[in-house]
């Protein structure tokens, strides 16, 4: 793996980013996107205690929605075996929502609030207490922090002279983000097409070797930034792990 390589957003929120890493090869361009997606542990719901269900949803049902709502996961704060316990209790008429989940640990809660649940009629009421568990998405898909979670080469294109008048009417379709003279362009810039960008002029679009343009979304247990670096943190430890195993 290499020791340095070099970052640079293109557009970043707490949610979702797109940033450029330039110096790693495809191989670790993948590893990184498949630890996001598997190595990086959340809380996620896991058991679920029914106090009262008068819905017209079986236990079952509420359990898997309560289980695929995502919950705040502070680095550092929590290891496998940690439980933390989660109350709902809301009565009819009205929908029950993710943020009416009340958490026994104010580090913990639902990372949307406006997640619906389930509708509640006249005279129906739903009260449950919840544990909540570190796992990581390879053990569940509920427990991926990462929801979407791609990659594609950054490109170059060279204008190689004036358009064929002919082809003039082709689509030139391109997605992801070029560099142009050094500057990072965003192809929804010119809605994909480059007979926006360079009118009536032939151009070569070219992969940029060892340079990936990651666009990440979270499902809000944590920051993308976070993710990204806990996702690499996961490939040195592996790697350190195999590097001792191979020396024994």
């Known amino acids: 793996m290499a020791d340095t390589f070099e970052v ?33 542990p959340t809380l996620s719901i ?17 359990a898997l929605r309560l289980g695929l709502v995502p919950l705040t996961t502070p680095e550092g704060e929590f290891e ?9 209790d809301v009565e009819g008429p009205g929908t029950a929502y993710s943020g009416d989940l009340v958490s026994k640990d104010p580090m913990v809660e639902p990372a949307e609030d406006g997640i619906p649940i389930i509708e509640l009629k006249e005279d129906q009421r739903l009260e449950i207490e919840a544990d909540a568990v570190l796992g990581s998405g390879r053990d569940h898909a509920k427990h991926q922090g990462g929801i979407a979670v791609g990659y594609r080469h950054l490109q170059e294109v060279e204008v190689l002279g004036e358009a064929d008048e002919y082809g003039a009417d082709e689509t030139q379709i391109v997605r992801g983000v070029i560099e142009e003279d050094g500057e990072l362009i965003t192809t929804e810039e010119f809605d994909n097409d480059l007979r926006n960008r360079y009118p009536e002029q032939e151009v070569a679009v070219r992969d940029v070797p060892n340079a990936f343009v990651f666009h990440v979304e979270t499902d809000g247990s944590m920051p ?20 001792t195993a191979v020396s024994l």
């Open 224 to 243: 993308v930034t976070e993710l990204v670096s806990r996702a690499v943190d996961s490939l040195y430890d592996r790697a350190d792990e195999l590097e």
């Open 80 to 88: 496998a075996g940690d439980v933390v316990t989660l109350a709902l």
């Open 8 to 40: 640079e957003f293109i557009e970043s929120g707490d949610r979702e980013a797109r940033f450029l890493v330039r110096g790693i090869t495809p191989d670790l361009a993948n590893g990184i996107r498949r630890a996001m997606l598997a190595d990086v």
């Open 46 to 62: 896991d058991t679920v205690r029914f106090v009262e269900n008068s819905s017209v949803m079986f236990d079952e049902q509420l």
